[in-house]
């Protein structure tokens, strides 16, 4: 069993920031889980979940959304499997709930950016950015 431990969401105003952070720990396929990838995904009211920022543990790479680019940052511990989300500037439309994604195997061909390749998901920590 992986468990996925999120934290840092809340209430705040526009401009304002925020640091979420996801720690992932258990076992996966009877050992102890480590990460190949994590990625914070969102889920803004009435709309379909969407790719924010995400992170290659193999090789360090990131990944951003259009969005994300230029006010979000993310940077892992990978020796805790723990991913941090630095939100600089929010905006209302920032507002959403924000989950943690990773994944326990390789995957060849898979991508940071598609939900797909993501076998654990915690339970979302909120996002409210009001003007």
């Known amino acids: 069993q992986v468990y996925m431990k999120e934290s840092g969401g809340g209430a705040v105003q526009t401009g304002d920031s925020l640091r979420l952070s996801c720690r992932a720990s258990g076992r996966a396929s009877g050992r102890t889980f480590r990460a190949y990838r994590m990625a914070w995904f969102r889920q803004a009211p009435g709309k379909e979940r969407e790719f924010v920022a995400g992170?290659?543990?193999?090789?360090?790479?990131?990944q951003y959304s259009d969005s994300a680019k230029g006010r979000f940052a993310i940077e892992r511990n990978d020796a805790e499997d723990t991913l941090y989300l630095q939100l600089d500037g929010v905006k209302p439309e920032d507002t959403a709930v924000y989950y943690c994604a990773t994944a326990s195997y390789y995957g060849a061909g898979a991508s940071v950016e598609e939900s797909r390749w993501y076998d654990y998901w915690g339970q979302g920590t909120p996002v409210t950015v009001s003007s």
């Open positions: 992170m290659n543990w193999v090789d360090g790479s990131a």
